[in-house]
């Protein structure tokens, strides 16, 4: 069962887990992942909410459950200039020999579960969520 949930929820929502990504990167540097994990929901909130609005739908019952906030930001028909932000997250790579590139839908599985990222390659990924959130905030 998908839990449907409306934009008022999903707004007040995108900003408690985007100050609690503030509060922890603020608290605990080592705790990286938390963080991006926060972020990575709050721009899923942020962006669903979006298009709810722009839909004229009550709940997240017309939307198909996913994480993949590329499918979503091209729903929205996301600026040209949040092209690049969207890019910078398909380009997240793992802390290894190989470093290995993580799906865009993927990304918070990599944070839940605790595999080790690229240093800058994760701080791009957070500053292009929080770019996300952004946008949505002022859409």
Known sequence: MVLQVGAKALKKRRDELKVSA?????????????????????????LKERILFRRGLRDTAGLEPTHDLRRLAKDLGLPPAMHSALN???????????GASIALADLHQ??????????????????????????????
């Not at 922890?24 to 942020?46: N, R």
């Not at 910078?88 to 190989?98: I, N, Q």
């Not at 579960?113 to 002022?138: N, P, Q, V």
């Open 22 to 46: 503030e509060s922890v990167e603020a608290h605990s540097k080592d705790d990286a992942a938390t963080a991006g994990l926060l972020l990575f929901y709050a721009a899923e909130c942020g």
């Open 88 to 98: 910078r997250l398909g380009s997240c790579r793992l802390h290894s020999p190989a």
């Open 110 to 139: 990599a944070w839940h579960y605790g595999a080790k990222l690229d240093g800058d390659s994760e701080r791009e990924a957070k500053a292009a969520l929080r770019a996300l959130i952004t946008w949505c905030e002022r859409d």
